[in-house]
Nanobody
């Protein structure tokens, strides 16, 4: 079992910054990959970024490259998402996720465990 508890999020204006946190616990083998997904109203859930907690290899969606950064605490139990230069199109419900592998950064990958989600709203 893996448990994920998110914090952070909120409302900012265009160009602002926010940091999300995700505290993870449970079977380390089931959370080799930590990631962030997002879902805007009327749209499918999409992968934003992932990190392999052992290799530190990261993946970023093209839409967030250069603006978002995923990182881990030294004990590998907390994942952070630093979001800079936020745009209105970044508005979404952001989910922390964990899986045994980073080979698939798609929301329909059946091995993701999900957090409860935290809202990010960017106003113009």
């Amino acid at each position: 079992q893996v448990q994920l508890v998110e914090s952070g999020g909120g409302s900012v204006q265009t160009g602002g910054s926010l940091r999300l946190s995700c505290a993870a616990s449970g079977d380390m083998h089931r959370r080799v990959c930590m990631g962030w997904f997002r879902q805007a109203p009327g749209k499918e859930r999409e992968g934003v970024t992932t990190v392999n907690v052992f290799s530190d290899i990261t993946y970023y969606a093209d839409s967030v490259k250069g603006r978002f950064t995923i990182s881990l605490s030294s004990d590998k139990n907390t994942a952070y998402l630093q979001m800079n230069s936020l745009k209105p199109e970044d508005t979404a419900l952001y989910y922390c996720a964990a899986s045994p592998t980073c080979s698939v950064a798609k929301a329909d990958f059946p091995h993701w465990t999900w957090g409860q989600g935290t809202q990010v709203t960017v106003s113009s």
